[in-house]
């Protein structure tokens, strides 16, 4: 579903066309104060890429600054809606949260293609408290070696379904280890919109 806060238990059927989401869009600057941007975020964005392929020209040409917040993996995807980003918000996802391996070699051609783009990205590192230091150390080096200047969130995981939250050295340990692997801008933020009741 597509959701609209024009109302706030109007819900638009998917899948929409391109002019009908430009037009639902449009509801949302009638007012004084502009949006930032329009955000594309998921579950993953990128598996909708041919919809993006086709939605974010016409959504620039009305006007739109477009953020993508992305899994930072589907690096291929990337290559073909980049053009159209202002703002790219990369996850990297460690071990140690998603039980899942084998994503460093995609999120380093996804961070190459972003960092040479036009778009102000910036990488969101997810972590509990079963994350490590090598799979720390591994990420800090990896932002470090690409792209030294960008900013870097460590994000402290939500609980669920077994994944506990890092205690607060943790985050300490680990924001201090990113630092001194060479990277400039190194910030600890929650999920905000959990603490504002939104899931």
Do not use: C
Request: charged residues 20%; proline residues 7%.
């Amino acid at each position: 579903m597509v959701q609209s806060t024009s109302g706030p238990d109007r819900k638009e059927t998917n899948p929409v066309t391109v002019s009908h989401l430009s037009n639902l869009l449009e509801t949302y600057r009638t007012g004084k104060v502009k949006p930032h941007s329009l955000s594309f975020t998921g579950g993953e964005p990128l598996l909708q890429a041919e919809f993006l392929r086709s939605a974010l020209p016409r959504l620039r040409r009305d006007g739109w600054r477009i953020y993508l917040e992305t899994s930072g993996d589907r690096w291929r995807e990337l290559s073909g809606v980049l053009p159209h980003l202002e703002f790219i918000a990369m996850d990297i996802k460690l071990p140690s949260v998603t039980s899942q391996s084998g994503t460093w070699q995609a999120h380093k051609k996804f961070l190459e293609l972003a960092v040479k783009s036009r778009a102000e990205t910036f990488v969101k590192i997810v972590v509990s408290r079963t994350t490590n230091e090598t799979e720390m150390r591994r990420a800090a080096r990896l932002v470090a070696t690409l792209a030294p200047q960008t900013p870097v969130i460590l994000q402290p995981a939500t609980p669920y379904a077994g994944v506990r939250a890092p205690q607060p050295e943790q985050l300490w340990h680990w924001q201090t280890l990113a630092l001194a692997a060479g990277l400039h801008d190194v910030r600890v933020i929650p999920q905000v919109h959990l603490l504002m009741g939104q899931r």
